[in-house]
């Protein structure tokens, strides 16, 4: 495989792991560990971190190195907001033009986060939450908004991951919230789905900051 391919995979994958916050804020990228842990060379591992810096996910090191960039409250509140327009948009789009095998396609990924979560394995489910948003978006039908969505590297909210039962019950609280936009788009209900979605991101905004 070339060295370009190679830092590609390298990208999307630190990338995924930065979104679905499995790589905590402010956590050093240390290129030989990525490395190892991706099974490519370092040459790649630093091409994607170079990418990823020029997209605002890491920041340099005052000694050198990449970390992984911090978030302040602000930055939660306007990542909120941003999500708001794109995903109640993204609704209003596709009420309109969901396909039943698109429908399938959300069923399944709600599948997934669910049995993760029931076998505890949270990063598949952080990864899971992201899959459905970013098809959500896909749902719309619209290749610009969907490349507004996956350039502007929104995270989900959550912050920590494990099985303490205040992070159990939002697991729980995600998937039910989830799954009631899915229903929504099945009964073509705009109104239920653009509720569901602004009640799932304030949640997630509010638990965030409770943590900060």
């Known amino acids: 495989m070339k060295t370009d391919s190679l830092a590609g995979k ?9 979104l679905s916050n499995q790589v905590a804020p402010n956590e ?8 190892k842990k991706l099974n490519v060379s370092r040459i790649a591992i630093r091409e994607a971190l170079t990418r990823l810096l020029g997209e605002g996910l890491v ?17 939660i509140h306007q990542i909120k907001e941003l999500r ?12 309109q033009k969901i396909s039943p095998q698109q429908i399938r396609q959300l069923e399944k990924i709600c599948d ?5 979560v029931s076998q505890e394995y949270f990063n598949g489910a952080c990864e899971a939450d992201i899959k459905f948003h970013e098809t959500l978006i896909k749902c719309a039908g619209n290749k610009k ?8 590297h929104i995270p989900i909210f959550h912050q920590k991951l494990g099985r303490m039962q ?15 936009v899915l229903n929504a788009l099945k009964t073509k209900n705009l109104a239920m789905a653009k509720k569901a979605m602004t009640q799932h991101l304030a949640r997630g905004e509010a638990a965030v900051l409770d943590m900060m």
Not at 10 to 18: C, G, L, S, T
Not at 28 to 33: G, I, S, W, Y
Not at 59 to 75: L, R
């Open 84 to 95: 708001q327009i794109l995903e109640l948009g993204a609704l209003e789009l596709a009420i």
């Open 28 to 35: 050093r990228l240390k290129e030989d560990q990525w490395a």
């Open 145 to 152: 908004l969907l490349t507004a969505y996956i350039s502007s």
């Open 59 to 75: 920041t340099p090191g005052e000694k050198g190195g990449f970390f992984v960039i911090g978030m302040k409250a602000e930055d």
């Open 112 to 116: 997934e986060f669910t049995s993760m």
């Open 10 to 18: 390298a990208y999307v994958e630190i990338r995924k792991k930065i």
């Open 166 to 180: 205040v992070y159990l019950d939002d697991y729980d609280l995600t998937d039910k919230e989830h799954r009631q």
